[in-house]
């Protein structure tokens, strides 16, 4: 199962590659990541999604809390959660394509953030899945680039991680 | 108030720390440190002829001590030759700090000359690791790596000090941090009461339990406490490999060690068990074999200060994350006034072990005759008597490895030092040395094999500058014994370089250092040559002893098997 995995990491040099050298060192998986710092400058915030039966999660969850450099982490997917990645893709857009790019962007409820007269560069925010499917809605006009963030998350409610 | 360069503010730190010895090698970018150990006479310096032999000899005197032990090296290959005694701490759980050299900030990431990203290469294999970045924060940074090294699960820490850190010409405030917080960082110090409590009802209801125990016990101190444990309930006890000597080896209920090359009712015990109580140990593939058939009809209770060690390989059905030693007092104090409640399936289990053990009586390998070259075995037999199984004991890998742990009795723990978890050929003589420096009183034998001595054997020359009489035991059958059985087992004896082809004359080796060697060549000539290798204390001695190459080590689990499933012998199996 997937699981999304926030965590609350001292903002020193070498933590991140701490953490990313364990996931490698212990033969878990990684499949997106995403750093940035928290309001609290002493502090960034870590989001990983990974794939792992309950017995590897509980392994990555228990080693990533044995490094002295992560102060707290919490399993997204064991509660009620919102998850979030932003993407910006380049699509050809030229002749007819170039109008049902445009409604495909409406309908997906995403942004064209940049335009030339042959490409359309599109911004757009959603879950997971919801990126995957635009990516293969736009497949058959033509994907010319792809960034996306990795995802993001935060749990629903009053629950809070923090120090 | 009071200035100190770096470098003294390292010195000055050490003494605080109450650190008696390091073990180190100069070099460029250490050199400031050097000058100000050279300006101190607290701190004593062992000046190794290798950096891989600084960690094995401040890894020794960890694990014969409790306390942590320190090396100082510097950058580039300095650091790099450190590198496998790190690995070594780290996978055995013992508390060191080994204080880097580094070139200079600024030079940092250009390639300098000696230049290694240490704390890269060591990151897997490290508890933590820390890079100075202000000469004024090395108090508080070294402070931080004691805490680190010794406390929770001790491990390795890793100090990378760039050489401007150090410089003589800039002094910062230097105060002795007598504590230290690190906020995300909080051993835990007592175990689930909830949980110890359903332990200790699952042991009263037990009707065939085993104790398995580990170096944790050795770690936490809680020997006396497991005895005392293991003593009121009658219960059946086998150690790790790590864990020899946690409970005294000569107590009937004892049952040796387990696992690959365990004892046969150790192994027994474990398979056939309905209750198995771990403590301080970590279900190593080297125990467990298949994990798939490890003891089927078994609850498990699992006592670790380490979250990440329960349930690894093998579920646990009673979690215990805590400190062995006040986890088993807590057992301890809950059974007071209980009994068992099938007070006659223990005495049937007993029946049974004791059948286990009847069967393998006399059988374990048979000694060698007058004239004849002699068993490994029967080498460490006799050490072992001559010493009265008081000896601190360190071992190198292979073999001889498993021949003392099998054939040397211990009654104490931290006397057993072996590299277990790494596995590390050439541990064994600067380990040695480093113990015997720190207890010069005590009798210190090194058994190892003329492969693994070749890996250090550069130390004689330390222990020549520092008049270290370690007793070295050179079980010499002219190949890499290890290797070769498995050759013999799974390769129809086609013995691909474990041959060695050509050996040292040892005597001539050890007397142009100024040492006494002895060699033995058959049976006969044993006794004395010990007598007079144990004579002096004070003395270093090498015994080269000629032992019957074709000998194998048994018991030895059958690959992807359960516990049970072990040659006993070139010709029986289970």
Redesign the interface.
């Given at each position: 199962m997937r699981h999304i995995i926030s965590i609350l990491l001292?903002n020193e040099?070498?933590a991140l590659?701490?953490v990313v050298?364990l996931f490698s060192?212990r033969n878990f998986n990684i499949e997106t990541l995403n750093v940035a710092p928290t309001e609290d400058p002493s502090l960034s915030r870590l989001t990983v999604t990974t794939e792992g039966d309950d017995?590897v999660i509980?392994?990555i969850t228990?080693?990533l809390?044995?490094l002295?450099?992560?102060?707290?982490l919490v399993d997204l997917t064991e509660g009620h959660h919102i998850e979030r990645e932003l993407m910006l893709v380049k699509v050809k857009a030229l002749g007819a394509s170039r109008d049902e790019v445009k409604r495909t962007v409406d309908i997906f409820r995403a942004q064209i953030v940049d335009v030339t007269p042959s490409v359309y560069t599109v911004q757009i925010t959603g879950d997971a899945g919801k990126l995957d499917a635009f990516v293969q809605a736009m497949a058959p006009i033509g994907i010319l680039e792809v960034g996306r963030t990795g995802v993001s998350g935060i749990s629903r409610g009053d629950k809070i991680l923090s120090? | 108030m009071e200035l100190l360069s770096g470098a003294d503010m390292i010195a000055r730190f050490l003494q605080d720390e109450g650190v008696e010895r390091i073990y180190g090698y100069p070099g460029g970018a250490a050199l400031h440190i050097y000058d100000a150990l050279f300006r101190q006479d607290k701190v004593k310096h062992i000046l190794v002829r290798h950096e891989q032999a600084a960690t094995h000899a401040a890894d020794g005197y960890a694990r014969a001590s409790g306390k942590p032990g320190t090396v100082l090296v510097t950058s580039g290959p300095g650091a790099t030759n450190a590198v496998t005694g790190i690995a070594t701490a780290y996978m055995d759980s013992i508390p060191m700090v080994v204080l880097c050299g580094q070139v200079a900030s600024h030079l940092i990431g250009e390639d300098a000359f000696q230049e290694t990203d240490i704390?890269?290469v060591t990151?897997?294999i490290v508890?933590?690791?820390f890079?100075i970045k202000h000469p004024s924060e090395i108090p508080e940074v070294l402070k931080k790596a004691y805490y680190?090294a010794a406390t929770g699960r001790p491990g390795p820490v890793v100090v990378d000090i760039p050489k401007d850190m150090t410089a003589p010409t800039e002094r910062y405030e230097y105060v002795y941090p007598k504590k230290v917080k690190?906020?995300?960082?909080n051993p835990v110090t007592r175990g689930h009461s909830g949980q110890i409590k359903k332990a200790v009802d699952m042991m009263l209801k037990a009707r065939r339990p085993v104790f398995y125990t580990g170096g944790g016990i050795v770690t936490s101190g809680a020997s006396e406490n497991l005895t005392a444990l293991v003593k009121r309930l009658g219960f059946p006890i086998t150690t790790t490999l790590m864990g020899i000597g946690s409970y005294p080896q000569t107590d009937e209920q004892s049952l040796g060690w387990l696992g690959m090359h365990g004892s046969y009712e150790s192994n027994m015990a474990m398979h056939h068990a309905d209750l198995i109580i771990a403590i301080g140990a970590r279900f190593d593939d080297r125990v467990t074999n298949n994990t798939s058939k490890f003891c089927p009809t078994a609850k498990i209770v699992h006592v670790d200060i380490?979250?990440?060690s329960i349930?690894?390989t093998v579920?646990a059905d009673v979690p215990i994350v805590g400190p062995a030693d006040s986890v088993i007092n807590e057992m301890i104090s809950l059974l007071q006034g209980r009994e068992m409640a099938n007070a006659e399936a223990l005495p049937e289990w007993w029946t049974t072990i004791d059948g286990w053990r009847a069967e393998r009586e006399g059988k374990l390998y048979e000694p060698s005759q007058p004239g004849e070259r002699l068993k490994p075995q029967e080498v460490i037999e006799a050490v072992y008597h001559i010493t009265r199984g008081e000896a601190f004991v360190t071992t190198d890998v292979g073999q001889h490895q498993m021949f003392a742990a099998q054939y040397y009795k211990f009654d104490k723990p931290n006397r057993w030092i072996t590299s277990g978890g790494l596995g590390t050929m050439g541990f064994g003589f600067p380990a040695a040395m480093g113990v015997k420096q720190n207890f010069p009183d005590d009798v210190v034998v090194c058994f190892t094999g003329e492969g693994s001595f070749q890996m250090m054997m550069q130390e004689l020359s330390t222990c020549k500058q520092f008049g270290t009489g370690v007793k070295i035991i050179n079980l010499n059958n002219g190949t890499l014994g290890m290797v070769r059985q498995w050759q013999d087992l799974n390769y129809k004896s086609r013995h691909a370089h474990s041959y060695v082809e050509s050996l040292p004359d040892f005597q001539k080796l050890i007397e142009a250092y100024g040492f006494t060697a002895l060699k033995v060549e058959h049976h006969d000539e044993l006794d004395a040559a010990l007598e007079r290798t144990f004579a002096d204390n004070d003395e270093l001695v090498f015994l080269d002893i000629d032992v019957d190459p074709r000998e194998h080590v048994y018991p030895m689990q059958v690959p992807l098997g359960a516990m049970r499933d072990m040659l006993l012998s070139k010709t029986e199996r289970t």
């Open positions: 001292e040099p070498g590659s701490r050298g060192q017995r509980e392994q228990k080693h809390n044995k002295i450099d992560v102060v707290k120090l | 704390v890269g990151r897997p508890k933590h690791s890079a680190l690190i906020r995300s960082y380490d979250p990440s349930s690894k579920r």
